[in-house]
């Protein structure tokens, strides 16, 4: 069974205070690990797809990386705004039939 | 458009009483999924379609849950005797591609299903 492990579960940074999510992974060969963000009562929102270790993807002051265990999401310079949960999925190259497999989620909150 | 409408945004049911949620994909997605979620954060796969047919169906509890995509329809998600632990958030996400692409699943913002 596809599992996902995020830590940590909260984390409270002061804006600029940078920092890294980090999701943890098994999974049956992976086709594709995804990130979203997902604010309160709204649904997920995409980030990034990662395909293979040692691959790597920035939006703003977002960067996720990807080894053959794990992923990091890095948070560079925090704004308020970047408060959210943040989610990693993972989706599986055999016998998921494309299902994404979530963690539990990295609830950020950046402070002013 | 360019938004997965789900509809209602929160629907009450007393226990055993059925359930009815409603998902739009964006127009020309073929691939829409469904899933629960519960508590914090856990998210459950539930079924999922390439245009009106099941392309994954094993996550779903069968025996009162189903599922549909009809042509020019939203998908709908029915649950026949609603129970307390179905209280849940129940999100729909569609995509062009099966699995996800660049673009990944454009999720949309979910149905509050609470059971009474």
């Known amino acids: 069974e596809d599992q996902v492990t995020q830590s940590p579960e909260a984390l409270r940074l002061q804006e600029g205070e940078s920092s890294s999510l980090n999701c943890s992974y098994t999974v049956s060969g992976l086709r594709g690990l995804f990130w979203y963000r997902q604010d309160p009562g709204k649904g997920p929102e995409f980030l990034f797809t990662?395909?293979?270790a040692g691959e790597e993807k920035e939006k703003e002051r977002l960067k996720a990386t990807l080894t053959k265990k794990e992923s990091f999401l890095h948070i560079t310079a925090p704004k308020p705004e970047d408060s959210a949960t943040y989610l990693c999925a993972v989706q599986a190259e055999i016998g998921g039939n494309n299902r994404l497999a979530f963690g539990k989620g990295n609830q950020v909150v950046v402070i002013p | 458009g360019e938004e997965v409408a789900q509809t209602p945004k929160h629907l009450v049911r007393g226990e055993g009483q059925k359930a009815k949620l409603y998902c739009a994909p964006i127009k020309g997605h073929s691939y829409v999924f469904w899933y629960q979620q519960v508590l914090k954060n856990e998210f459950k796969f539930l079924i999922s379609f390439q245009n009106e047919n099941v392309f994954d169906e094993t996550g779903m509890p069968k025996e009162r849950f189903s599922a549909k995509c009809l042509p020019n329809s939203p998908c709908s998600l029915e649950i026949q005797a609603t129970k307390l632990e179905d209280s849940a958030v129940y999100f729909c996400?569609?995509?062009?591609?099966?699995?996800?692409?660049?673009?990944?699943?454009?999720f949309g913002s979910g149905t509050r299903l609470t059971v009474v």
């Open positions: 996400a569609s995509s062009q591609s099966r699995t996800g692409g660049e673009s990944g699943y454009t």
């Open positions: 990662l395909y293979s």
